[in-house]
């Protein structure tokens, strides 16, 4: 799930982002950097969030006695009458939820003795005391000393390496010649260096709520009726919440962080154009908006200012262990003002919490009432969207999901159930047998607004007893008023986008694959037009697998076959396979083309969402397509086949015009964060205090890092590489580089080679307008034999681009070697080289083949030989041999994807500057390559993975 708040931070005066520290500033930030009210409003933004939210806790309080003594008069007049509560399942949680989470080995007792104990050093302080600790800690500017750098490096290496305490105090016995440090004394100047330390909060040892907000002064859990504390009167389980305001003020510390931040206030919109969240409706109205906090007007608009931040909080489930059921939440904020380049990486991302395990929160709010109090002091200014999957956005919008009556949090479409079913179905069609339910019409779907919205959480609220509360949501599909909604600019339901990555590549192809081999639950799939043959589903996981030494890793995770086992297979493996081998592997392999055509639809709709700049045409052609999509998908006349995913499908257009394109708030960036979580866990005991831990050491690095600005000088392992292996001096070879291996050439052993690059330098010296020759082809071999030849390995294309291996220089003999020599290369071809009697006419054209040599050639000056009038420069060559592929035809149905079964006879020696990047292969049925190309013109968002 992904939530955007945005922090509109006002009076932005009183500290000077502008200016960029000097050499001796750099160490030592200024003092008044912790008071800035452009990042942190102070004492008026505390009580003011504190009174909101206090009157937030006296309703919800007052609303669980209502219902508490409407149960007991319900139970007095009706004793024999059953409960009618019912418990939110998820789909893929339905069975075995409790059993398997009590395997041996998992304790959630009291602390293991190298983590530290609820209520030992960590003890909770009153809000005064918490005060006064901050204006001390603000009192205090950090004397960064030259130990302070050897312990940085060493605590970096601690935290980067995931090292208990114990192991860190064994090196000062390791290394005598070190200084010694202790993990507790290195902690505390740690805590120092950074001034802040997390709010411990307590929550249920099953992780049904936090006791907080309406739940503080509870001694037992609301759900599981366990108890807060154990008989010696600590916690049973604590979470830890790193508060965002110090990390933020940590990057406006550091001048290089500032210089990014600018991105969003200087972002320009074009006319017609979808490019980034900027774009987006609700940021375009924000910015017309008055902040407005506890009914109070304030006298600025949402994002007015160049200091002004927009975040975005995402959280999600994830399992820390495999075969494993115990999961555990982390809040993750996303800061919106950084470029997309780096909003998205590791060390820009903001974690304020995990939410422990062993099981889902049951009552998300109050999890979240520490980022909503923090939300309002700083939005005085804050904006917030969410983009999440389906069980997260439930949770946080305190909807009921598939459980619903009206499931669908963009509009009020009503489900359909089928006998002894939880889960409601919406097809815009009802089945025949069921003619009582409405038919709706795809383009005009009984939307919700704010107004509705808040209006049904209300009445929710007000139900007397339990069973007509749990009535009335299961009507709206709305379970209460959410803690968000004090948020104020979060419009319900449109500041929830629909997450791309869990509603295409989770469920829609995980469905379609389902039914294209017939194990889509239990129905009857013999015989249909979209079942493929088992020999063939068997064959198509065969070719997935084997693709993977002909796809290169610059590509993504090897595919693997799914023909069974499905363990393992990921959403960026479900997407590549979607967009570029399923439109292969399908094709004339459905016993009825007509399924395969509605296949290819939907990859050219997933095409589109991905483009990097949408504009309005496209958008509407996203809109329709897949309103036709959903339409023809829903004639399998099949309730059980058109879940909430499928329906969800006719909001993706409006979310984009929301929200900006679905690579803002799709989940890949979390899902990546959610796997170096897991790499943290060293107690298998002690899971989440161990996460706890790790993530709030992290935050305290990150902060000192940015404040002292010293990340260049604490980092570990080999400096980022300089590719300093240029080619010459020529504008147009900038952005390449050459790489080891590096060989002189010795043409007598490839001596057609040297025909066809003595060919390439007649060429290019030709006259560019007649197509003349300057000289033939054995003054071209002179040049040759005058020149220093070498032959390079590989071929490194700048600013992110591909590295690119000759096959003839760079074979490799490891069996699990993906194959990266196959490139993407442009020319400009004469239409009239076959005849002397028309000047050139040249047109740009793509090609495909295998990279067999990269040559650097360095021509000498004053060549003797050359004809009369002919004058060639000392200059220095970058050419590339290039035996191509012979295409024989593009894929039938208009999807970027060319085919070929030989290559040319001869080699294609071009200049380095017309390679462009890598392409892969995979080999289908008939002896036929299919090439997959994501670049250039067909560049669109891809989810990228770092270590």
Not at 346 to 353: F, H, P, R, S
Not at 577 to 599: C, M, Q, R, S, T
Request: charged share 25%.
């Amino acid at each position: 799930m992904n939530l955007t708040l945005p922090a509109c931070c006002h009076h932005p005066g009183q500290m000077d982002l502008s200016n960029t520290p000097g050499e001796d500033e750099t160490m030592n930030p200024p003092a008044n950097a912790t008071t800035n009210p452009a990042v942190y409003n102070g004492r008026a933004s505390q009580d003011t969030a504190k009174g909101i939210l206090e009157e937030w806790v006296t309703r919800e309080k007052a609303i669980d006695k209502a219902l508490a003594e409407g149960d007991q008069a319900e139970a007095a007049a009706n004793p024999r009458r059953p409960s009618a509560w019912v418990e939110d399942v998820d789909e893929d949680e339905e069975e075995n939820l409790e059993e398997e989470d009590l395997e041996e080995g998992f304790e959630y007792g009291p602390q293991e003795e190298d983590l530290p104990r609820p209520g030992e050093g960590d003890e909770e302080l009153g809000d005064e005391e918490l005060r006064d600790r901050e204006l001390d800690i603000e009192g205090m500017i950090a004397d960064f000393r030259d130990e302070d750098m050897h312990l940085l490096r060493i605590w970096s290496w601690k935290i980067k390496h995931n090292v208990t305490d114990r192991a860190f105090d064994d090196l000062g016995h390791a290394y005598p010649g070190c200084k010694p440090w202790k993990a507790k004394a290195a902690r505390r100047r740690i805590e120092y260096l950074s001034k802040f330390k997390p709010k411990i909060g307590h929550c249920c040892v099953n992780s049904c709520c936090a006791y907080d907000g309406k739940n503080k002064d509870l001694d037992k859990c609301p759900f599981c009726k366990e108890p807060r504390y154990t008989p010696a009167g600590l916690p049973r389980q604590t979470w830890k919440y790193c508060s965002a305001i110090p990390q933020l003020i940590a990057f406006y510390r550091n001048p290089d962080i500032v210089k990014e931040m600018k991105y969003r206030h200087n972002y320009e919109s074009e006319e017609g154009v979808i490019s980034d969240v900027f774009d987006g409706l609700i940021y375009k109205t924000l910015r017309e908006k008055k902040v407005t906090v506890g009914g109070v007007e304030q006298d600025y608009t949402f994002f007015s200012e160049e200091t002004d931040v927009a975040l975005a909080l995402a959280t999600d489930g994830f399992a820390p262990f495999r075969k494993r059921k115990q999961t555990c939440w982390p809040l993750l904020l996303y800061v919106l003002n950084l470029p997309p380049e780096l909003r998205f990486l590791l060390q820009y991302m903001i974690c304020v919490g995990v939410i422990p395990g062993p099981k889902k929160p049951k009552d998300f709010d109050s999890f979240l009432y520490a980022v909503v109090s923090e939300g309002l002091e700083l939005a005085l200014g804050v904006e917030a969207y969410h983009c999440l999957h389906m069980p997260a956005i439930a949770m946080c919008m305190r909807m009921k999901g598939h459980n619903g009556l009206s499931p669908c949090r963009m509009c009020e479409i009503l489900g359909i159930h089928t006998p002894n079913a939880k889960t409601h179905y919406v097809p815009l069609k009802p089945p025949l047998e069921m003619p009582e339910h409405p038919e709706y019409n795809p383009e005009a779907l009984p939307t919700r607004t704010h107004e509705r919205f808040m209006e049904q959480a209300h009445h929710v609220d007000m139900a007397d007893n339990t069973a007509e509360h749990e009535r009335r949501a299961k009507a709206c599909g709305i379970k209460g008023v959410p803690i968000l909604s004090h948020l104020p600019s979060v419009f319900l339901p449109h500041s929830f986008p629909l997450d791309f990555m869990h509603l295409i590549y989770e469920n829609l192809i995980k469905n379609l694959l389902d039914f294209f081999s017939g194990s889509f639950k239990d129905l009857a799939h013999d015989g249909k037009g979209y079942r493929i043959p088992k020999k063939a589903w068997d064959a198509i996981a065969e070719a997935t697998t084997a693709s993977g030494k002909t796809i290169p890793g610059a590509y993504g995770a090897r595919p693997r076959g799914f023909a069974d086992d499905r363990v393992g297979i990921t959403a960026d493996m479900l997407s590549f396979w979607a967009i570029y081998l399923g439109p292969v592997y399908l094709e004339k392999e459905f016993p009825n083309d007509e399924f395969y055509h509605h296949f290819v639809d939907l990859v050219k709709l997933i095409n589109l969402c991905l483009l990097f700049h949408l504009r309005e045409t496209q958008l509407e052609e996203i809109r329709t397509g897949f309103i036709d999509w959903v339409k023809e998908y829903e004639r399998c006349d099949r309730l059980s086949a058109c879940p909430l995913t499928v329906h969800s499908l006719l909001h993706i257009a409006e979310y984009i015009a929301l929200l900006g394109p679905v690579w803002v708030y799709w989940a890949f960036p979390m899902e990546r964060f959610c796997g170096r979580l897991g790499r943290m866990i060293k107690s298998r005991r002690f899971p989440y205090a161990n996460l706890d831990n790790q993530v709030f050491a992290q935050a305290q690095l990150k902060c000192i890092v940015n404040t002292y600005n010293v990340g260049d000088q604490i980092t570990m392992g080999p400096q980022p590489k300089t590719w300093d292996t240029k080619i010459g001096d020529d504008a147009s070879y900038e952005e390449y580089r050459v790489l080891a291996p590096r060989r002189p050439c010795d043409f007598s052993k490839i001596p057609l080679v040297k025909r066809a690059v003595a060919a390439a330098l007649v060429t290019r010296y030709s006259d560019v307008t007649t197509g003349k020759n300057a000289f033939e082809m054995e003054t071209a071999l002179k040049i040759l034999t005058s020149s220093e030849v070498e032959t390079w390995g590989r071929l490194k294309r700048l600013n992110e681009g591909d590295t690119m291996l000759a096959s003839k220089l760079t074979s490799g003999k490891t069996e699990d070697r993906r194959n990266a020599s196959f490139v993407r290369y442009e020319l400009y071809r004469d239409r009239n080289a076959r005849t002397t009697k028309k000047d050139a006419d040249y047109d740009y054209l793509t090609y495909y083949g295998e990279l067999e040599y990269i040559f650097v050639v360095k021509i000498p000056g004053n060549l003797s030989f050359l004809p009369e009038g002919v004058q060639i420069p000392p200059t220095t060559l970058g050419l590339a041999a290039i035996r191509q592929c012979k295409i024989t035809r593009q894929h039938p149905f208009g999807l970027d994807i060319n085919y070929y079964k030989t290559m040319m006879p001869r080699l294609e020696v071009v200049d380095i500057a017309a390679v462009q990047c890598l392409v892969g292969r995979t080999l289908w049925r008939r002896g036929e390559w299919a090439i997959i190309d994501r670049s250039g013109d067909l560049a669109r968002a891809t989810p990228s993975f770092e270590d």
